[in-house]
């Protein structure tokens, strides 16, 4: 499984960023994506995940203002993030859980800079 992620950039505080994860390979064995982030000095921490019947889990930090969906005709998902914040900076990763052994694939990360 490859991960596709995109969407990243600069955003004021306040405002919104939609990230999206486009999944190729074996898109099949593929039951849970999500999204994870890591803000500088920080571990990598949760954000929200969906699974192939679009059961969501948004993390406490980020409900009421990030919101996942997901698409498993194009094999996609997206986060929208809405109000953003200056703690909101970090890598965000997208991530996919096998159905199958439960192994875990990343994308590549995709820098997401919220100026205050």
């Known amino acids: 499984v490859q991960l596709q992620a995109s969407g990243g950039g600069l955003v004021q505080a306040g405002g919104s960023l939609r990230l999206s994860c486009t999944a190729s390979?074996?898109?099949?064995?593929?039951?849970?994506m999500g999204w994870y982030r890591q803000a500088p000095g920080k571990q990598r921490e949760l954000v929200a995940t969906i699974d192939d019947r679009n059961r969501s889990i948004v993390a406490d930090h980020v409900t009421g203002r990030f919101t996942i969906s997901r698409d498993n005709v194009e094999n996609t998902v997206i986060l929208q993030m809405n109000r953003v914040d200056t703690e909101d900076t970090a890598v965000y990763y997208c991530?996919?859980?096998?159905?199958?052994?439960?192994?875990?694939?990343w994308g590549q990360g995709t820098l997401v800079t919220v100026s205050s």
């Open positions: 991530n996919a859980v096998s159905r199958v052994d439960r192994a875990v694939y």
């Open positions: 390979g074996s898109i099949f064995i593929i039951h849970n």
